[in-house]
Antibody, heavy 117, light 110 residues
Framework: EVQLVESGGDLVQPGGSLRLSCEAS????????MNWVRQAPGKGLEWVSYISSSSRITFYADSVKGRFTISRDNAKKSLYLQMNSLRVEDTAVYYC??????????WGQGTLVTVSS | QSVLTQPPSVSAAPGQKVTISCSGS????????VSWYQQFPGTAPKLLIY???QRPSGIPDRFSGSKSGTSATLGITGLQTGDEADYYC???????????FGGGTKLTVL
C-alpha cells in the first residue's frame, strides 16, 4: 500500500526549532514532487512548501519563508521540514503530501506541532 | 483569508444533490487545474477530484467536478449521511508560486 508516515511533531517553545520527517513506502519516491501542508486546530488547509523530485526547485508559503527549509533524501525515501524560529501561529497538524496530476494525491496521517510557552 | 473562496457551509437532504463553489482568479484557477478534497474530523484529507473533473480510482461517480474561467464546482449527487465532511478546493497560484486552498465547506446531510 502506498503510504506516507510523518514523525517529529512535538511541543516546542516560541523561537525554538523542530525537524519533521516523512517516510514513503510502496512507490518510487524519487519520481514525485512532494509537499508539506498544515492545518491549525479547527482551521482549514494551508500549503506550506514544495520540493521537486531532484530537490532542484523549492517553494514556500510567505508565512514560513526564511524560517522553514524543505529537503529530501531519495535514497532513504524521506522528506524533511526543518522549522526554525517557531511561532505560536505555527501550531498545526503537518501533513506530508505527494503531488501527482497537479493534485495532492497521497497524504500522511499528520504529525502535531504545538508551539507554546 | 483564503486565496480561494468557498461557502462556509452547505446542506441538503439524503438522496438530493448539492454543489460547492470555489472562486479564484486568473493566476490560480484561471491558469491551473483544480482539485477537491474530502476530510472527516480527525483524519487526513482525501483526494476526490483532480484535473478539474477527473476522479481517482475508487471515487464513486456521485462526485463530479467542473471548471469555468476562474471558478470551479464540486457536485455530489445521491447524498448520503456518510458524505457529511469538510470539502476543500485547491490549485496552484502562478503569481504567488504557491499552493492555495479554499477555506473549506462543511457539508451537512439533513
Amino acid at each position: 500500500e502506498v503510504q506516507l508516515v510523518e514523525s517529529g511533531g512535538d511541543l516546542v517553545q516560541p523561537g525554538g526549532s523542530l525537524r519533521l520527517s516523512c517516510e514513503a513506502s510502496e512507490f518510487t519516491f524519487s519520481s514525485f514532487y512532494m509537499n508539506w501542508v498544515r492545518q491549525a486546530p479547527g482551521k482549514g488547509l494551508e500549503w506550506v512548501s514544495y520540493i521537486s523530485s531532484s530537490s532542484r526547485i523549492t517553494f514556500y508559503a510567505d508565512s514560513v519563508k526564511g524560517r522553514f527549509t524543505i529537503s529530501r533524501d531519495n535514497a532513504k525515501k524521506s522528506l524533511y521540514l526543518q522549522m526554525n524560529s517557531l511561532r505560536v501561529e505555527d501550531t498545526a497538524v503537518y501533513y506530508c503530501v505527494r503531488r501527482e496530476y497537479d493534485a495532492f494525491d497521497v497524504w500522511g496521517q499528520g504529525t502535531l506541532v504545538t508551539v507554546s510557552s | 483569508q483564503s486565496v480561494l473562496t468557498q461557502p462556509p457551509s452547505v446542506s441538503a437532504a439524503p438522496g438530493q444533490k448539492v454543489t460547492i463553489s470555489c472562486s479564484g482568479s486568473r493566476s490560480n484557477i484561471g491558469d491551473n487545474s483544480v482539485s477537491w478534497y474530502q476530510q472527516f474530523p480527525g483524519t487526513a484529507p482525501k483526494l476526490l477530484i483532480y484535473d478539474n473533473h477527473q476522479r481517482p480510482s475508487g471515487i464513486p461517480d456521485r462526485f463530479s467536478g467542473s471548471k469555468s474561467g476562474t471558478s470551479a464546482t464540486l457536485g455530489i449527487t445521491g447524498l448520503q449521511t456518510g458524505d457529511e465532511a469538510d470539502y476543500y478546493c485547491g490549485t496552484w497560484d502562478s503569481s504567488l508560486s504557491a499552493g492555495v486552498f479554499g477555506g473549506g465547506t462543511k457539508l451537512t446531510v439533513l
